[in-house]
Every structure is written in structure tokens, then in C-alpha cells.
């Protein structure tokens, strides 16, 4: 196994787990539970390393593709640099949740404002994460991108013209 497979296999826990964690705090936030929140922020600080191992595997993944047929380098870019922007969004969100992991433990009244501030982080990092993840689809699953032709030509389904 190399960094390349290491990447294609990481690259999904940053995503799934910052929706996960970003449910279980929903929960969490709705019911009141401390234990809940605390077992979304260790979602979301799980989620900012996967983060990083997928950030720091990316570019060995990127000379094993760039010289086969068919793969733009507009696209490994435009996913680089979404990579590195969702990289520091993730790492906030990990700050973040280590912090909300103490202010929980420690029962203060920042709670749940805490939580909500952790909320709307995980929401964006997700955003920005999952655009990652579309962007990096794009670059080997051409059925998922732009450029894919269509049956359908001037509103005729083909074959029926």
C-alpha cells in the first residue's frame, strides 16, 4: 500500500465524519446531552486529522495520476487548492472541538453556545470539504463531471428525433 491508496481511502472519513459529527451535535444540542456532544466533538477532531492525512498524501497521489490520458491539471489544481482551504477550515473545526470537549467537561455556561458555535463551524467545514471530495471525484469518475455528454439534444430524447 502506498500514499496513494492511503489518500483514496482517507479521503471519505473527512467528509462522512464532519456530517456525522455535525448530526450527533444537532442531537446533542437538542437533547442536552453532554456525553452526545462530547462524542460529536471526538467526531469532528477525528474527521480534522483524517483531514490531514488525506492534505499530506495528496500530492503522491497526484504524480500517480497527472501523466495518465485523459486527466486534467486544471482540475488536480482547482482540487488542490480547495484541499488546502478545506485543510484549515478542518483544523479550525478540530480547535474548536477540543476546546468544546473541555468547556464541556468542565459543565460551564458555554455549553451549549459552545455547541452552536461548533455546529455552524462543522456545517461550513463540511460544505467546503464536500467540494473537495466532488472536485478530487472529478479528476478519475468523468461520469460525475461537466464535460460528460448528454442523450438528450434539443430537448429530444435521442433516437426519437
Known sequence: MNQTHIHLLITHLPIIGTALGALVLIHGIWTKSNSTLMAAYNLLVISAIGAGIAYATGESAEETVEHLQGI??????????????????????????????????????????????????????????????????????????????????????KGNE
Open 72 to 157: 486534467s491539471k486544471n482540475v488536480i489544481e482547482e482540487h488542490a487548492e480547495s484541499a488546502l482551504t478545506s485543510l484549515i477550515a478542518l483544523i479550525v473545526v478540530g480547535v474548536i472541538a477540543m476546546a468544546g470537549l473541555f468547556v464541556t467537561l468542565k459543565n460551564t455556561s458555554l455549553v451549549r453556545p459552545w455547541a452552536l458555535l461548533a455546529l455552524t463551524a462543522s456545517l461550513i467545514g463540511f460544505g467546503l470539504i464536500a467540494r473537495t471530495g466532488y472536485l478530487g471525484g472529478q479528476i478519475r469518475h468523468t461520469e460525475i463531471g461537466t464535460n460528460v455528454a448528454s442523450p438528450v439534444k434539443d430537448g429530444n430524447v
